[in-house]
């Protein structure tokens, strides 16, 4: 694994080059995202995709969210409601996660769609990762950074310790939040929320599912 030391802010040209290279050859990396760090590949690589399921040790019937640069990135493979795209205009970037209906069925790996035809999208509020997919050119695989118990790992050096045989590169920009995502279901007439995270729901005024 090659661990790259990168500004949270404004991150090195040749660090983004050194990723891409790496995710366009098929690699899988593992980023800073506003929250926790993801790991990550391109989502229109299938084996890395797989790759990605071996390392999380997941089942390849639970789909794992993308995210992509901004609102309009995210139509290009969802199908956005005119009342999901007012209130994701108004949440992102930020620390949530959206459910909504797959709409690229085909151009998209089936593991990256849920059985019920839906996509879980997110627009982090991180330079990195904004940047990162823009000059790739299309979105990235999102899967938490966990230890062998569930719990987030949010210290670089623990995560070059667990996954340094695991990755091919590392996106070190110091410690990450222990927070996941909120995750927010666009799918049907009113929002729902599926897991509260760092998304602040006051934002929202919505009572979560149960």
């Known amino acids: 694994m090659v661990r790259l030391i990168v500004h949270p802010k404004n991150p090195q040209g040749r660090h983004l080059a050194r990723a891409v290279e790496v995710l366009r050859a098929g690699g899988v990396i593992i980023y800073p995202t506003d929250t926790v760090y993801g790991i990550g590949c391109s989502i229109f690589d299938k084996q890395a995709i797989e ?31 005119n009342s999901a795209f007012r209130l994701m205009k108004h949440l992102i970037p930020g620390p949530f996660t959206f459910i909504l209906p797959a709409s690229r069925l085909k151009q998209l790996p089936k593991s990256m769609i849920s059985k019920r035809k839906e996509v879980g999208i997110r627009v982090p509020d991180n330079p990195l990762c904004q940047q990162l997919i823009k000059v790739l050119g299309h979105p990235i695989l999102n899967a938490s950074v966990n230890d062998d118990e569930g719990d987030v790992i949010n210290d670089p050096e623990a995560i ?35 897991r509260e995270g760092a998304g602040d729901l006051r934002r929202l005024n919505l009572a979560p599912q149960h």
């Open 51 to 81: 790759r990605i399921y071996r390392i999380k040790r997941q089942e390849l019937s639970k789909p794992f969210s993308f995210i992509c640069s901004d609102l309009s990135h995210i139509s290009e493979f969802a199908k956005v409601s």
């Open 160 to 194: 070059a310790e667990r996954y340094g045989h695991e990755v091919d590169v590392l996106l070190d920009g110091g410690k990450s939040m222990l927070e996941l995502s909120t995750i927010l279901d666009l799918t049907g007439d009113q929002p729902n929320i599926i």
